[in-house]
């Protein structure tokens, strides 16, 4: 297939990337500001935020397949209209799109979040994501959705770097207790979204580890990993501190996971 990541220079992007050349895939990857490093990729430029150019790319390279894992958080244009432009783009060219969204379109309230479950974000990302899924499935009804959690990687995610500064010293702040997510692995997302992309599926799927932990939790695992005292870890409570978010969201993926080749697996796992 003809692949073309969006946002191909971040975590996930790179994942994508590495995962499409290793299937045999011609790959194009877009970046913001600076290209990857993988070899054999079309590194292109691009602002999702610009209809005309979003249009113009997908135009000349016509993919199968694109996968939007275009993200920035305090930036509602990028994360909540990017996708528009990018599924307006996709659906005049007939191509296939899978988009990335976040456990952040739930508020905790209900704790449990199956694929049927109806957004009810706190947060202005939350909201950005949320509304970046409505114009998405209504753009293109045939584009598969695929919420996930904490994206944790083999060392170069943003918790990983957290946890190793905390742990030596290098940064100040605790490790919430009482902050729980279902934690993956960013090399089985990205062989889960090339699942579906494969796939004749659409809508909203679910992919993310079967361990639900705290962030506290998680990060003493990343530590014992990383021959690190996880005890030199600070831990605190989210709740009473301030900080704006959902506490406790599980993705259920139950559905999702009986059409998946790919195995997901949980942090107590993949962190061992």
Known sequence: MRCLVVG?????????????????????????????QTADVAWLPLDVRRRDDVDAL????????????????????????GPANVALAV?????????????????GAAVHYDETCVPDPIT?????????????AAIDPAAVIVRTSLIIGDGGSAH??????????????????DDVRCPVHVADLAAAL???????HHGVH??????????????????LRDGLDPDRLPAGRRAGSGMPGPLDVRLECGMTRGRLRT???GAREFLV
């Open 206 to 223: 679910h992919v993310a580890g079967p361990d639900a932990m705290s962030r506290y939790e998680l990060g003493r695992l990343i530590a």
């Open 91 to 107: 659906a005049a060219r007939g191509g296939r799109l899978v988009h990335v969204s976040s456990d952040a379109v739930f508020s």
């Open 8 to 36: 191909g220079s971040g975590l996930l992007g790179s994942a994508l990337v590495r995962a499409c050349l290793a299937s045999g895939h011609e790959v194009a990857a877009t970046y913001r500001t600076r290209p990857g």
């Open 194 to 200: 090339l699942d579906l992309a494969a796939s004749g």
């Open 160 to 177: 990983e770097t957290r946890v190793r500064s905390l742990a030596t010293g290098a940064a100040r702040g605790v490790l919430f207790t």
């Open 58 to 81: 997908v135009a000349a390279f016509r993919p199968d397949v694109v996968i939007n894992a275009a993200f920035r958080q305090a930036d509602w244009p990028t994360t909540a209209m």
């Open 124 to 136: 202005p990302y939350g909201a950005a994501k949320a509304a970046a899924e409505t114009a998405v």
């Open 263 to 265: 195995r997901v697996r």
